[in-house]
């Protein structure tokens, strides 16, 4: 019976796909990367080219929705468009006949990459609470972004990803990606993101109350600062925040305070001050340390 009704609904779309247009058809099997769904903004950016025309996607888009192949939500400012899961995979089957699966994952991926970098900088200014939820809704997308990046073996990608996505010290969101697979990338050790990389293990560590994990990769991270002789990403910043948070935990808190302060410190001197808010905030009172 279940092979039964299976067979009759992949006929139902397949008559249901027969209708559509063939810009349409080729919009569907592109929205099929998305996880969790897309803005229009989304859909326009990876998915409009040469055949499928960015002045007509949103009728394209429309066209979709009427027909049912894809469910638009309101939630605050913008409309999400997703896929059922049925209906995406049968989307996925269609873009891997048109051999577009890797570019349109690449165009993804970037294009999250470059949208948490943007929402990550909102997130200390007055547009907060927006961009906090604009991440949240694209959660999947990111999630996606990173597997996609880290299949594909591209360190570049999968570590911009992750130094963009917002910082777990950073008010608003946050975003636990994969650390770990990625200093296995081809590359790693080389790539200018390598320290950031050592260092968010480090500060995940200290979060877990794991110490011994959280000085060693602090050392890792520092000791990889200095072989490129410079710290552009303040890799140093992450140190001292998770090295604070190490003291906090086994009750040194005269230590942890000097740490935070010197990371808030250096989150000033770099002109982020909703990061040196965030950090001064989680810092034990210096006035009950003697």
């Known amino acids: 019976g279940a092979v039964q009704r299976h067979q009759t609904l992949r006929a139902a779309i397949d008559w249901s796909y027969?209708?559509?247009?063939?810009?349409?058809?080729?919009?569907?099997?592109?929205?099929?990367?998305?996880?969790?769904?897309?803005?229009?903004?989304?859909?326009?950016?990876?998915?409009?080219?040469?055949?499928?025309?960015?002045?007509?996607?949103?009728?394209?888009?429309?066209?979709?929705?009427a027909k049912s192949f894809v469910v638009a939500e309101r939630d605050g400012p913008e409309t999400h468009y997703?896929?059922?899961?049925?209906?995406?995979?049968?989307g996925e089957e269609r873009l891997a006949e048109n051999d577009e699966p890797m570019r349109m994952r690449d165009r993804h991926a970037e294009h999250y990459a470059e949208s948490a970098r943007v929402l990550s900088e909102?997130?200390?200014?007055?547009?907060?609470?927006?961009?906090?939820?604009?991440?949240?809704?694209?959660?999947?997308?990111?999630?996606?972004?990173?597997?996609?990046?880290?299949?594909?073996?591209?360190?570049?990608?999968?570590?911009?990803?992750l130094f963009n996505t917002p910082s777990a010290f950073q008010v608003g969101y946050v975003l636990r990606l994969p650390v770990e697979p990625l200093l296995e990338l081809t590359g790693a050790t080389e790539h200018r993101l390598?320290?950031?990389?050592?260092?968010?293990?480090?500060?995940?560590?200290?979060?877990?109350?794991?110490?011994?994990?959280t000085e060693t990769r602090c050392s890792q991270a520092l000791a990889a600062v200095e072989r490129r002789g410079s710290d552009p990403?303040?890799?140093?910043?992450?140190?001292?925040?998770a090295r604070g948070i190490g003291a906090r935990s086994i009750g040194?808190?005269?230590?942890?305070?000097?740490?935070?302060?010197?990371?808030?410190?250096?989150?000033?001197?770099?002109?982020?001050?909703?990061v040196t808010a965030a950090i001064l905030g989680s810092a034990p009172d210096a006035g009950t340390t003697a």
């Open 233 to 241: 990403e303040h890799v140093d910043l992450t140190v001292a925040v």
């Open 18 to 65: 027969a209708l559509c247009s063939e810009p349409q058809r080729r919009l569907l099997a592109r929205l099929s990367v998305f996880a969790g769904g897309c803005t229009r903004e989304g859909a326009e950016v990876i998915c409009a080219d040469e055949l499928v025309d960015r002045r007509e996607l949103f009728a394209l888009l429309r066209g979709l929705v």
């Open 252 to 274: 040194a808190y005269a230590e942890a305070v000097t740490h935070f302060e010197q990371a808030a410190h250096i989150a000033h001197e770099a002109g982020r001050p909703g």
């Open 122 to 161: 909102e997130l200390t200014g007055p547009r907060q609470i927006e961009a906090g939820k604009r991440l949240g809704a694209e959660t999947e997308n990111l999630q996606a972004a990173m597997n996609h990046a880290i299949d594909s073996d591209n360190v570049d990608l999968a570590l911009r990803l």
């Open 82 to 90: 997703r896929l059922l899961e049925t209906i995406r995979e049968y």
């Open 194 to 213: 390598y320290p950031y990389a050592l260092a968010t293990l480090a500060y995940r560590a200290a979060e877990r109350g794991d110490l011994v994990t």
